[in-house]
């Protein structure tokens, strides 16, 4: 079970880091990925890291500003945001799939387990 948590409402500019823990599990050999949805609009993704490389990718809009990382004694894996722009805003999700070939990382449907999401909102 995936637990997300840290959103909340900023100003452009700001500041956010996002978390998503696993219960009952470890992401030992798994791909752990965030992804992003606005009402009406497809989920999209966001950053992912492979757990036991450290691999990292990000979609290009928040490369240099967001960050992926994560921490193997608390099997948390964080999202790191900064300078925060208005379309930033929507309900992030962390979800993990094990075996995901990097070139499908960006795909959701090839993550099985999913977090609840968490609203991001950003002011302008």
């Known amino acids: 079970q995936l637990q997300a948590c840290g959103g909340g409402l900023v100003q452009t500019g700001g500041s956010l880091r996002l978390s998503c823990a696993a219960s009952?599990?470890?992401?030992?050999?798994?791909?752990i990925g965030w992804f992003r949805q606005n009402p009406g609009k497809e989920r999209e993704f966001v950053a992912a890291?492979?757990?036991?490389?450290?691999?990292?990718s990000y979609r290009d809009s928040v490369k240099g500003r967001f960050t992926i990382s994560r921490d193997s004694a608390k099997n948390t894996v964080y999202l790191q945001m900064n300078s925060l722009k208005p379309e930033d805003t929507a309900v992030y999700y962390c979800?993990?799939?094990?075996?995901?070939?990097?070139?499908?990382?960006?795909?959701?449907?090839?993550?099985?387990?999913w977090g609840q999401g968490t609203q991001v909102t950003v002011s302008s």
């Open positions: 009952g599990g470890t992401f030992s050999n798994y791909v």
């Open positions: 890291i492979k757990w036991n490389s450290r691999h990292t």
């Open positions: 979800a993990a799939g094990s075996s995901i070939i990097t070139s499908a990382q960006r795909m959701s449907a090839q993550y099985p387990y």
